[in-house]
């Protein structure tokens, strides 16, 4: 499996973004994939992660209530809606694919996409 992120954008405090992740081959259903974040100068943290049948979503307490993860195995693609950005929620946001159930740690997940950079202005 091979993941290309894309969505990302500048947008202002207030507003969303809709971050798709598509992946390459036929085995997307059997992974667990999660949503991540790096802002600069700071670690990769966790954002939303969804298990393979999209029956179970995690998330972070930064995006409870904000932020929704959703998949669709027939086309192979994860999305994570993002509402109401502030500023600290400016980040390369990255998509990953792994087969743990811990799934707020980024060691669990083996592949990993390019990310894609979401700037929200105050």
């Known amino acids: 499996v091979q993941l290309q992120a894309c969505g990302g954008g500048l947008v202002q405090s207030g507003g969303s973004l809709r971050l798709s992740c598509a992946a390459s081959?036929?085995?997307?259903?059997?992974?667990?994939m999660g949503w991540f974040r790096q802002a600069p100068g700071k670690e990769r943290e966790f954002v939303a992660a969804i298990t393979r049948n999209g029956g179970s979503t995690y998330y972070a307490d930064f995006a409870k209530g904000r932020f929704s993860i959703s998949r669709d195995n027939a086309k192979n693609t994860v999305y994570l809606q993002t509402n109401s950005l502030k500023p600290e929620d400016t980040a390369v946001y990255s998509c990953a694919a792994g087969r743990s159930s811990f799934y707020a740690r980024p060691a669990e997940y083996n592949i990993w996409g390019q990310g894609t950079l979401v700037t929200v202005s105050s």
């Open positions: 081959g036929r085995t997307f259903s059997t992974y667990v």
